[in-house]
């Protein structure tokens, strides 16, 4: 489970810019090059993706980042203790949970939904199996197909133009947790 004194719930106040964030491990379980799409055709747009983590894919997430020049794009790497995560969670509009396709990544849950939905934000999950399904069972996010950038991009403009959508999902998760 997740500790609700540790991972608390506040309510996300708008500012001019709409941040997408993905928090964890940079390994092949999750489709970056779908952010990084993602990222490259909303360029001029006010969303931001952040990618706070560390782990095998880091260099070429970064390399990626220089190719294509994301301003939109940032990358942080610096170690965060378990008792300051939720802080940072907070700072993001949504969450982001690009699963990549392949039967075993998608049978278990992984607790960053849990952490996702602990904070009351509202997840974008591309995931065609049980992850997604969570997501859209306990009603915490938008599941977008994995591997489809035009319906990643559709959840991410769906939130960003309906900010009472997001309070609402953002909830549910926070409920789903207690």
């Given amino acids: 489970g ?3 004194e540790i991972f608390t719930y506040s309510k996300k106040t708008r500012n001019d810019t709409f941040t997408l964030m993905y928090f964890g491990s940079l390994i092949e379980t999750y489709d970056f090059d779908l952010l990084i799409n993602a990222a490259k055709q909303l360029k001029g747009k006010n969303i931001q ?8 894919l880091l260099s070429y997430i ?4 220089e190719k294509y020049k ?6 942080e790497t610096d170690f965060v203790p378990n008792e300051k995560i939720s802080k940072i ?3 993001s509009d949504v969450l982001l949970a690009p699963m990549r ?5 998608n049978y278990s849950l992984p607790t960053k939904i849990l ?5 009351g934000r509202p997840i974008i999950c591309c995931s065609n199996g049980a992850v997604g399904t969570y997501v859209e069972q306990t009603n915490s996010g938008l599941r977008a197909d994995q591997g489809n950038l035009e319906s990643f991009i559709d959840s991410i403009l769906k939130l960003e133009s309906n ?12 409920k789903n947790i207690e």
Avoid: S, W
């Fill in 101 to 105: 396709k392949g039967k075993l990544v």
């Fill in 49 to 56: 993706f952040i990618i706070r983590g560390r782990g095998k």
């Fill in 2 to 4: 997740i500790n609700t």
């Fill in 70 to 75: 994301l301003d939109n794009f940032l990358i």
């Fill in 115 to 119: 952490e996702y939905q602990a904070v």
């Fill in 163 to 174: 900010p009472k959508l997001c309070d609402i999902l953002g909830e549910n998760g926070r």
């Fill in 89 to 91: 969670l907070h700072a």
């Fill in 62 to 65: 970064k390399d990626q980042k």
